[in-house]
């Protein structure tokens, strides 16, 4: 894929209702061990899905995905809602314009089926994707390195800023 072609994908993010995205490369994307014991201990989403932990890529399985993209493009959202919609029909997208390894990671557990996730085989393929939090990717590390606004919130009136990641190729 052409730089030109990377612009694109980035006004296309906004078309869709990111605030921004930005290209980056495989060694800009943080994963931690101890983003799982997050995942374990103090969020209620855990075991949930599928797509969460424990049934989620680790830490290390992802630092190994990762490194074989040479770009991904990191989104960023205002709205938890928006974030896996938004870059799984980018994921879509991307693929079809020929980038046969695209790959999408969304943010928050899964909550298409309402709480009851079919574990074995999912209802909605084509939608669900894994948070990046949920397979070890220090969402926090990563949004800063790419220069995006991320600070931990703590009243109901802070900004709230979400990202996903999309592999392109
Ligand atoms: S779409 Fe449904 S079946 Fe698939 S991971 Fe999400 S909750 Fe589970």
Aim: glycine letters at 8%; aromatic letters at 8%.
């Amino acid at each position: 894929m052409t730089e030109r072609s990377l612009v694109r994908w980035i006004r296309r993010a906004r078309e869709l209702g990111a605030a921004g995205a930005r290209v980056v490369a495989p060694r800009d994307v943080v994963c931690a061990d101890w983003v799982r014991m997050k995942c374990q201990f103090g969020c209620d989403g855990f075991g949930s899905s599928r797509l969460c932990p424990p049934h989620s890529p680790t830490p290390e399985q992802t630092r190994r995905v990762l490194d074989g993209y040479r770009r991904l493009l990191l989104v960023h959202c205002t709205h938890l809602a928006d974030v896996t919609g938004l870059v799984v029909r980018l994921e879509r997208e991307i693929f079809l314009d020929g980038c046969y390894r695209a790959f999408a990671w969304g943010a928050g557990p899964c909550r298409l089926c309402r709480g009851a996730c079919q574990f074995e085989a999912c209802r909605h393929p084509e939608r669900a994707r894994p948070a990046m939090e949920a397979c070890g990717i220090d969402v926090f590390a990563t949004a800063r390195r790419a220069g995006f606004p991320i600070e931990v919130v703590r009243t109901r009136r802070d900004r709230r800023n979400y990202f996903g990641l999309v592999g392109v190729d």
